[in-house]
């Protein structure tokens, strides 16, 4: 008999919501996540203390992330085994959210992921992003059983980059242009059914009018970077979210550490690609989602000079051998990319 339709790994539970970690307990009994094992919480270094001293007492045992590295991933894992738990809830931003996944996958055991902030889209998605000795690396991991977004805790969490993960969600389109392009020149195959999600949760986040601390917002950007992450799953890659957008983002991380957040980055970044590819119209709708919500646009927004920049867009396409974007196929000269950072800085500003 030929197949129908195909199969998607997805999580069982979405609960996003004002107070959503104080049904953690619940969710995991009543959908059979844990009969009567152990279950182990990672929280984070920075935030740990105060998400552990919150939590509903009996939860499970709390341990605490040294940090967002590959050591401590290892480390949870063998701690996971050691101590046969039979769930682990990763509470916190993405970083422990990625520690917690790869530990999960290594361990053999189910994870549930509790985003305290809406920095990127990996709440939900099959890879993990690690920092080690000579950079981070991205792991495939099993996605998360299920995945809690508690609004409380996003609107609360310290510092303006709690909902930077507006820029992530955004540049789903840019990501989604550059597959499109890809299939023209290079008749890479693209899923319609991982564009679809990609594409339909940038629009989301970019139609919904904010302002951005509120439940309806908050909401919207939540579910969007579920969604993207579950279109890499769809996809098996990163495709779906990831094109020119990402590579100009890893280029600046690896010129110069520290400089913005993921999602601020790849907001940047999207909208540079999108103005590189010639549409306007998408690029005047980037831009304004950008600046509503306060992230970046341009290379002065970042504390860049325009020449680091454009040696941070020369760089990029080698961040990421073999993923064709608006970067590979424009193959700019170090003159044409002064030029068009120029005229891009011009163009955003006036
Ligand atoms: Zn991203």
């Not at 967002?68 to 701690?79: E, F, I, N, Q």
């Not at 499109?180 to 629009?203: I, K, N, Q």
């Not at 993921?262 to 690609?273: R, S, V, Y």
Request: glycine content about 12%.
């Amino acid at each position: 008999m030929p197949l129908l339709a195909r199969m998607l790994a997805a999580p069982l539970v979405i609960d996003v919501r004002p107070g959503a970690i104080a049904g953690l307990a619940a969710l995991l009994t009543d959908r059979k996540i844990v009969s009567d094992g152990r279950v182990a919480i990672a929280v984070g270094p920075g935030q740990g203390d105060a998400i552990a001293g919150a939590l509903p007492p009996g939860l499970g045992d709390v341990i605490k992330l040294p940090d967002g590295g590959d050591d401590s991933a290892v480390g949870l894992g063998r701690d996971l085994r050691a101590g046969r738990y039979e769930a682990v809830d990763g509470i916190g931003g993405g970083k422990t959210i990625d520690v917690t996944k790869l530990a999960a996958h290594v361990a053999g055991i189910p994870m549930v992921a509790v985003a305290t902030s809406l920095a990127h889209d990996g709440i939900a998605s099959p890879v993990s992003t690690l920092a080690h000795e000579s950079g981070s690396g991205s792991y495939g991991v099993v996605p998360p059983v299920a995945v809690v977004v508690d609004l409380d805790r996003v609107r609360r969490a310290p510092g303006p980059l709690s909902t930077a993960g507006i820029g992530d969600a955004i540049s789903n389109l840019s990501a989604v242009a550059d597959w499109e392009l890809s299939a023209a020149d290079t008749r890479e195959a693209v899923d319609g059914l991982a564009a679809a999600m990609a594409r339909s949760a940038a629009h989301a986040v970019l139609h919904e009018p904010g302002p951005g601390n509120t439940d309806e917002f908050l909401t919207v950007l939540a579910e969007a970077l579920i969604m993207s992450g579950m279109a890499m799953a769809v996809a098996g890659s990163s495709r779906p979210a990831s094109g020119g957008d990402h590579e100009i983002m890893h280029a600046i991380n690896q010129l110069y550490p520290g400089t913005a957040s993921h999602g601020e980055l790849a907001g940047l970044g999207a909208l540079f690609c999108t103005h590189l590819r010639g549409d306007l119209a998408k690029a005047e709708l980037i831009s304004a989602c950008l600046a509503r919500h306060g992230l970046p646009r341009t290379p002065a927004d970042l504390g860049m000079s325009h020449a680091d920049f454009a040696k941070a867009i020369a760089h990029a396409p080698e961040t990421r051998p073999g993923r064709y974007t608006i970067l590979e196929r424009l193959a700019m000269s170090e003159a044409e990319i002064a030029d068009r950072v120029e005229e891009y800085a011009r163009a955003i500003a006036g």
